[in-house]
């Protein structure tokens, strides 16, 4: 069951095998949307982004006669590289189902740590069926992106950490795409504080999130148009469950947002995020979100990207 | 003089208006160069550069009277936005002649902090004519660069972070240019701790510091040809004399390597990291260094760079 003790122990099983990030700050960011903003900075996480909380946390909890036979999953990048690393620490084997079209910074951060690769086509038809071959080959146990408890737990404990070192914010902006660091979020978040409000946020290219919230029921994602390539996924059931029981709302970013944000925050805080990190501050550029006056906390998901392509240089989708 | 006191005193009158800046690692970078490396990451210091310390140190030095009339200086650019910063902190005017090749990022930076700007050729020549005859006209109090001794010693403050935070350091390896940082850093570092090694090091095609160290004396530089734009100056005289009694060497690397290196730090530590500030990485790039088992300090000076213009996807000069 995914709840603060699940949350908690996951982060006493994971604390180990990962960092505990940095919180940065900037005048004149916050100058500029009106609000106090606080970034969790998972860019700076093993294996570059939050994903190694859970994988970590769903590789150990496994029974020794479980971890034998390997994990697998399909992903478009960084739960593979997390856990790639993870499978590695504990010494068994990564069966990594990626789409053909993963960044070539993913792949090569996959295969760095061990992972045996499989690209298929990009479509999440492609993906399920490549990795359910190749677990009734091996026997692996799947580790699902998202929808996994231990993995939604390990994701809740970058919230766990930001709010222990800032305990009094307002507002958590959460990325979503799957909805794996949203579920573990809200949940930590709630229960640690209740007052506090999560609103999600996701690129509009990629907006199941926010028509299933409004519906009331997932509207799965026919064709998702946006650079933030680690938020292309439609949403899990457990984790809608999660997001429509905690969450507040969830507000949508254009494509020229989540560019403009993400270029801001490299020029600004002199760090490397990537596109799918860049959503949440995004929402402040849109003015779709107002934060004047409140204390926010925004997770930087991550800070794979290919330096070679990056998106103020490229054309657009 | 500048002495270990000079500069403990100017950390105590700095520290109000300056960054604590953190110190990263990364166990991929340690692997990479065989030594354990400590990142001193001065581009996450307020206007993106060590410049800040000596800066502020040099304004809030000066008595009303001086201040009175304002401050002048000719900089490439990091040194300008941080004196433009430093005076409007004292609620001075800031006199700023910069080269006319200054990328925009910096030129920018410095028009934030409300410098009063004034382009002139790229030239050692132009850029003191230039600063000469405002100097004549409204009675500003120079501020060099480099050769100013409040400057140098602000500049000595990061490697008292440094040491305080990572006292068994055995080699500190810092970028020269006019040489402010060098004189401040050996200062500092041999004071605290005697059996550490200071390396200085700078790009192959802006050698004077390389040549003049050979030579005994100061070989002036007749054209900078480098990527660094942080570190294209001759050396000062008094930094040079520093350098001369407490420096282990001077290496000097290619215009690749720092390319490589810079990129290296990019995708490793996540992090925005100018040109000048890749150089001391770079050392170890180019195996004419060997850090083999040893701990090793290296300043990271700054991360201000044009996202349009990444040397990567440049041609070279």
Redo the contacts between chains.
């Keep these: 069951m995914l709840d603060l003790a699940a949350i908690q122990a996951a982060h006493t099983r994971i604390r180990p095998h990962i960092l505990r990030t940095?919180v940065l700050t900037s005048e004149s960011l916050d100058t500029r949307c009106g609000g106090k903003l606080f970034f969790k900075c998972e860019?700076?996480q093993q294996t570059?982004a939050f994903k190694s909380r859970g994988a970590v946390n769903a590789v150990f909890s496994l029974t020794d006669a479980e971890a034998a036979r390997g994990v697998a999953t399909h992903s478009s990048g960084n739960h593979a590289a997390a856990l790639a690393r993870a499978a590695r620490l504990r010494g068994i084997a990564a069966y990594i189902v990626m789409p053909s079209n993963s960044s070539k910074?993913k792949i090569r951060n996959v295969e760095a740590y061990g992972g045996r690769i499989t690209l298929c086509d990009p479509t999440t038809q492609a993906r399920e069926e490549t990795c359910d071959r190749i677990i009734a080959e091996t026997g692996a146990a799947m580790i699902h992106p998202f929808t996994n408890e231990r993995v939604m737990a390990g994701q809740g404990t970058a919230v766990l950490e930001l709010l222990a070192e800032v305990p009094d914010l307002d507002l958590i902006l959460c990325p979503v795409g799957g909805g794996g660091l949203l579920a573990g979020t809200a949940t930590a978040a709630k229960a640690v504080r209740p007052a506090i409000k999560v609103i999600a946020v996701e690129p509009a290219g990629a907006g199941d999130a926010a028509r299933s919230f409004a519906a009331g029921h997932i509207i799965p994602l026919e064709h998702a148009a946006t650079i933030a390539d680690g938020l292309r996924a439609t949403m899990g059931e457990p984790n809608f469950a999660v997001m429509q029981r905690l969450v507040s709302g969830v507000a949508t970013v254009s494509e020229e947002a989540i560019i403009a944000g993400m270029?801001q925050l490299?020029?600004t805080?002199?760090?490397?995020?990537e596109p799918s990190g860049a959503v949440p501050y995004a929402a402040l550029l849109e003015n779709n979100l107002s934060v004047t006056g409140q204390r926010v906390g925004l997770i930087l998901t991550g800070?794979n990207v290919d330096?070679?392509a990056?998106p103020?240089?490229m054309k657009q989708p």
């Design positions: 940095p860019n700076f570059g910074a270029r490299w020029e805080l002199k760090i490397v995020v800070g330096l070679d990056l103020w240089m």
